[in-house]
């Protein structure tokens, strides 16, 4: 079936790290890949996305690459901020169907 | 982009009773999407919403469960009926904007609900 894989958290880091949290995906066809993310409290909040294989998604310094020779869709920054701490889900929507298939979140956690 | 505004933003309830989650979208929007947030979980889709049809439910949810309203393009209603503490969940309806297959949804700010 279609499905989204993300590595478990929580990840902790300093601040000015550089960040990775995996995404790999299962879908027939050629899904659209979204990251969200999600701020203590708050409801989800777009990302990024890529529409088509090799397309990167990029906003507030983070980016995705959509890969689709690795179904993957690994989510990257630079240097990360306490700011940024937060869950992030990888989700996609696959041919045929409307509505968001999330991964299962990764809670990041910046440390100063 | 949209802005929605789902009441009420929290509520505690006792066991059989109900809740009625209102979503509003400043703009007429075709889709609108119902999940459920159980704690430190992942979303997962409720159903989805079209105005001027009856709302799809995906397995595991039934309509007497989670009753559903779409009066018009920019609002709609999850009823979660009966409750129980396993309905403790974060509810969130989100709206797809454009006319094309593969657009954005955006989300609410959700509805906390805790069942004593």
């Known amino acids: 079936g279609n499905s989204v894989t993300q590595m478990e958290g929580p990840v902790t880091l300093s601040e000015e790290a550089f960040l990775t949290i995996n995404c790999t995906y299962t879908a027939t066809g050629y899904p659209s890949l979204f990251w969200y993310v999600q701020y203590p409290g708050e409801g989800l909040q777009l990302l990024l996305k890529?529409?088509?294989?090799?397309d990167k998604g990029s906003n507030k310094g983070f980016e995705a690459t959509y890969r689709k020779e690795t179904t993957s869709f690994h989510l990257e920054k630079g240097s990360v901020q306490v700011s940024d701490s937060a869950v992030y889900f990888c989700a996609l929507i696959y041919t045929g169907r409307r509505a968001l298939t999330f991964g299962s979140g990764t809670r990041l956690q910046v440390q100063p | 982009s949209a802005v929605i505004s789902q009441k009420p933003s929290r509520d505690i309830c006792q066991r059989g009773t109900s809740l009625t989650i209102q979503c509003q979208v400043d703009s007429q929007v075709t889709m609108m999407f119902w999940y459920r947030q159980q704690p430190g979980q992942s979303l997962t889709l409720i159903a989805t919403a079209n105005q001027g049809s009856e709302a799809t439910y995906e397995s595991g949810f039934v309509i007497d469960k989670f009753p559903i309203s779409r009066p018009n393009l920019t609002f709609s209603t999850l009823t979660v009926s009966n409750m129980s503490p396993e309905d403790s969940s974060i509810y969130l309806c989100?709206?797809?904007?454009?006319?094309?297959?593969?657009?954005?949804?955006?989300f609410g700010a959700g509805t906390r609900l805790s069942v004593l």
């Open positions: 989100s709206v797809e904007l454009g006319h094309t297959a593969k657009n954005i949804q955006y």
């Open positions: 890529a529409t088509k294989a090799d």
